[in-house]
């Protein structure tokens, strides 16, 4: 009988501690979301990319974001990259539109030099965005606070002994590919991740780090200025860097129409 009672005992708190780490994953995810605006002008962004040969290449460009309501009451992501240099780049542009959830579909890139339209497709999606750790899925991710993966709480974690929460996200179909998981650290005080790691398998594939110092708040909003992505598998690494930022301003459609996005 003491078996017995001490096994319901047991049940009963991991059941508890099981409702407790939900809600607390439900706390996080609502804190991140909120801390995305509904639109989204960064007049500059700088891409700098190095790796083990050498110097650093270099992208710049403006980005434009939006969270689009569905009808389901969710948001989903619309964002356009257009580059203004290196000189043989200007012009290039690339659009993510998510659709009902899914990180693969409604991705497209630009480019002057054929001067059309491309739509980026399966493992295209999970490649190097222009020659940068960051892949498409990557971006759009980020963009997305991690939108669509099962989340799961799993404690509390220190970074420069700075409070966060460690959560792990899991994408709701694996079947489609990509990371098998991602395990990020949210700043307490901020809710932006300020650590991810990206798994394939059981090894970590990237790793994101963004600098405490970088933090930056815009009205009601934190974002990082500097976020870095580590490629541990190509040895590739990518800064990040992000200015003069605008929240919440009116952004027309056309930035994010597969037909009209290039020409802005």
Same mark, same amino acid.
């Given at each position: 009988?003491?078996?017995?009672?001490?096994?319901?005992?047991?049940?009963?708190?991991?059941?508890?501690?099981?409702?407790?780490?939900?809600?607390?994953?439900?706390?996080?995810?609502?804190?991140?979301?909120?801390?995305?605006?509904?639109?989204?002008?960064?007049?500059?962004?700088?891409?700098?990319?190095?790796?083990?040969?050498?110097?650093?290449?270099?992208?710049?460009?403006?980005?434009?974001?939006?969270?689009?309501?569905?009808?389901?009451?969710? &948001?989903?992501?619309?964002?356009?990259?257009?580059?203004?240099?290196?000189?043989?780049?200007?012009?290039?542009?690339?659009?993510?539109?998510?659709?009902?959830?899914?990180? &693969?579909?409604?991705?497209?890139?630009?480019?002057?030099?054929?001067?059309?339209?491309? =739509?980026?497709? #399966?493992?295209?999606?999970? #490649?190097?965005?222009?020659?940068?750790?960051?892949?498409?899925?990557?971006?759009?991710?980020?963009?997305?606070?991690?939108?669509?993966?099962?989340?799961?709480?799993?404690?509390?974690?220190?970074?420069?002994?700075?409070?966060?929460?460690?959560? @792990?996200?899991?994408?709701?179909?694996?079947? *489609?590919?990509?990371?098998?998981?991602?395990?990020?650290?949210?700043?307490? *005080?901020?809710?932006?991740?300020?650590?991810?790691?990206?798994?394939?398998?059981?090894?970590?594939?990237?790793?994101?780090?963004?600098?405490?110092? @970088?933090?930056?708040?815009?009205?009601?909003?934190?974002?990082?200025?500097?976020?870095?992505?580590?490629?541990?598998?190509?040895?590739?690494?990518?800064?990040?860097?992000?200015?003069?930022?605008?929240?919440?301003?009116?952004?027309?459609?056309?930035?994010?129409?597969?037909?009209?996005?290039?020409? =802005?």
């Amino acid at each position: 009988m003491r078996i017995l009672l001490a096994c319901a005992a047991l049940a009963l708190t991991m059941a508890h501690a099981s409702a407790i780490a939900a809600d607390e994953a439900a706390k996080v995810l609502e804190c991140m979301q909120a801390n995305v605006p509904t639109s989204l002008r960064v007049q500059e962004v700088e891409f700098s990319t190095s790796d083990r040969s050498g110097p650093a290449s270099t992208l710049k460009g403006r980005l434009y974001a939006a969270r689009e309501l569905a009808p389901d009451g969710s &948001r989903l992501v619309r964002a356009m990259l257009l580059l203004s240099a290196p000189p043989n780049l200007s012009g290039a542009a690339y659009l993510i539109r998510e659709k009902d959830g899914d990180l &693969r579909d409604g991705m497209y890139v630009y480019l002057p030099s054929v001067k059309r339209v491309r =739509r980026v497709t #399966g493992s295209i999606a999970d #490649g190097g965005l222009m020659g940068t750790s960051f892949s498409y899925v990557d971006f759009k991710q980020l963009q997305n606070t991690f939108g669509g993966a099962t989340t799961t709480y799993e404690g509390s974690g220190e970074i420069d002994k700075r409070p966060m929460h460690v959560l @792990t996200f899991r994408p709701a179909d694996a079947s *489609k590919g990509g990371y098998s998981l991602v395990r990020a650290w949210v700043d307490t *005080k901020t809710c932006v991740p300020l650590k991810a790691e990206f798994y394939e398998g059981k090894v970590v594939r990237k790793r994101l780090i963004s600098p405490i110092a @970088t933090l930056k708040q815009i009205g009601m909003y934190w974002y990082a200025a500097v976020t870095e992505m580590h490629d541990l598998k190509e040895d590739l690494h990518t800064t990040l860097r992000v200015f003069s930022v605008t929240p919440d301003g009116d952004i027309s459609g056309g930035f994010f129409d597969p037909k009209t996005f290039y020409q =802005r």
